[in-house]
């Protein structure tokens, strides 16, 4: 099955659950895990950052019970994933690459595999992550179920999955794919390509809570953190080809709310769940919907008010125009 639901509506929750009343079910029922390092369920994830969010998600429910759920995600030693999977345990969190890795080396196998669940689904048009997924999916038995969970479910993704499984069923909320309720959305007009002055203004602004930057490229996240710097202003970064320690710490900083503003690309587009983000400001606006629906899902969650500030040139009138019937 595919749930396709809004950001932050609770779609972790609509997997985990599940899945822990299953294991449960085959305990109770006397069929218990015996095989080392061969989960019943497995959740592929496309980061690191999201496989912890929702490895603490497991655990959170599972303090009194004797569900063992274990990680092995990219970014960490090979060692440190070694010896997560020692022992018996029912639930594994992984990264495709870093899983792919282990079945190579027989230090996991997923031939007792009850339930695969795909979170952030719509990655699957990646070429990479297709190509490992294919072979992660041959390791799996063919009576497995497989849920594949998203916030967008282009046609390319609908047309993919449906090649690759049969009898697939699509389950959508009323608001899937539109922008989130509580959010309130306001355009400035970047006159000149000065973007920078208005979001100096945009930060001098009090706010409760923090706020996520976001721009399309590594090469203008850099420029952006240059002139942040320069203004002294109180911020971290997190995006890619940045050294891993580094970007976890950022992270963290921000999660604990230490640092109120995080300037990132994409990679904090997807997953992220920090409570206190009040506002998104699209520095630069991506190309497409779905990342777009993606960036300002960050804030406006679980019932939540928040507000997205989108620096807008005539270049944006297209996705301008697409996000305004999807509000």
Same mark, same amino acid.
């Given at each position: 099955?595919?749930?396709?639901?809004?950001?932050?509506?609770?779609?972790?929750? *609509?997997?985990?659950?599940?899945?822990?009343?299953?294991?449960?079910?085959?305990?109770?029922?006397?069929?218990?895990?015996?095989?080392?390092?061969?989960?019943? *369920?497995?959740?592929?994830?496309?980061?690191?950052?999201?496989?912890?969010? /929702?490895?603490?998600?497991?655990? &959170?429910? %599972?303090?009194?019970?004797? !569900?063992?759920?274990?990680?092995?995600?990219?970014?960490?030693?090979?060692?440190? +994933?070694?010896?997560?999977?020692?022992?018996? #345990?029912?639930?594994?969190?992984?990264?495709?690459?870093?899983?792919?890795?282990?079945?190579?080396?027989?230090?996991?196998?997923?031939?007792?595999?009850?339930?695969?669940?795909?979170?952030?689904?719509?990655?699957?048009? @990646?070429?990479?992550?297709?190509?490992?997924?294919? =072979?992660?999916?041959? +390791?799996?038995?063919?009576?497995?179920?497989?849920? &594949?969970?998203?916030?967008?479910?282009?046609? @390319?993704?609908? =047309?993919? /999955?449906?090649?690759?499984?049969?009898?697939?069923?699509?389950?959508? %909320?009323?608001?899937?794919?539109?922008?989130?309720?509580?959010?309130?959305?306001?355009?400035?007009?970047?006159?000149?390509?000065?973007?920078?002055?208005?979001?100096?203004? #945009?930060?001098?602004?009090?706010?409760? $809570?923090?706020?996520? #930057?976001?721009?399309?490229?590594?090469?203008?996240?850099?420029?952006?953190?240059?002139?942040?710097?320069?203004?002294?202003?109180?911020?971290?970064?997190?995006?890619?080809?940045?050294?891993?320690?580094?970007?976890?710490?950022?992270?963290?900083?921000?999660? @604990?709310?230490?640092?109120?503003? &995080?300037?990132?690309?994409?990679?904090?587009?997807? $997953?992220?769940? !920090?409570?206190?983000?009040?506002?998104?400001?699209?520095?630069?606006?991506? *190309?497409?919907?779905?990342?777009?629906?993606?960036? !300002?899902?960050?804030?406006?969650? *679980?019932?939540?008010?928040?507000?997205?500030?989108? &620096?807008?040139?005539?270049? @944006? +009138?297209?996705?301008?125009?697409?996000?305004?019937?999807?509000?």
């Amino acid at each position: 099955m595919v749930g396709i639901a809004e950001t932050g509506s609770g779609k972790t929750l *609509a997997y985990v659950l599940p899945v822990l009343h299953l294991l449960k079910s085959m305990e109770n029922d006397g069929n218990k895990v015996t095989d080392e390092g061969s989960p019943r *369920a497995l959740v592929l994830v496309p980061s690191r950052e999201l496989g912890e969010q /929702v490895s603490k998600v497991f655990k &959170l429910l %599972t303090h009194d019970t004797r !569900v063992r759920v274990r990680s092995v995600l990219g970014g960490t030693a090979l060692a440190v +994933a070694k010896e997560n999977v020692k022992g018996c #345990i029912e639930v594994l969190v992984a990264t495709p690459g870093r899983l792919e890795q282990m079945i190579g080396r027989r230090q996991v196998s997923l031939e007792d595999l009850q339930i695969l669940v795909i979170d952030e689904a719509d990655v699957m048009v @990646d070429p990479g992550f297709l190509e490992v997924a294919e =072979k992660i999916l041959g +390791a799996c038995p063919e009576t497995m179920q497989v849920a &594949l969970f998203s916030a967008t479910f282009s046609a @390319d993704v609908q =047309k993919l /999955v449906s090649e690759m499984f049969e009898g697939i069923e699509i389950l959508r %909320t009323k608001r899937s794919e539109r922008v989130p309720l509580g959010l309130k959305t306001e355009n400035m007009n970047v006159v000149d390509g000065k973007r920078w002055p208005l979001l100096k203004k #945009i930060l001098t602004e009090e706010r409760k $809570g923090s706020i996520l #930057i976001f721009t399309n490229t590594r090469e203008q996240c850099d420029v952006l953190a240059e002139l942040m710097q320069k203004d002294g202003l109180d911020f971290v970064v997190y995006r890619g080809e940045m050294d891993k320690v580094e970007r976890r710490k950022n992270l963290n900083e921000f999660r @604990d709310g230490i640092i109120k503003i &995080l300037l990132s690309t994409d990679l904090a587009s997807r $997953g992220l769940d !920090v409570e206190h983000v009040d506002c998104v400001i699209n520095y630069h606006m991506p *190309a497409h919907l779905e990342n777009y629906l993606h960036r !300002v899902g960050r804030t406006a969650r *679980a019932g939540r008010t928040g507000i997205a500030i989108n &620096l807008i040139t005539e270049r @944006d +009138a297209e996705i301008v125009s697409l996000i305004q019937r999807f509000e």
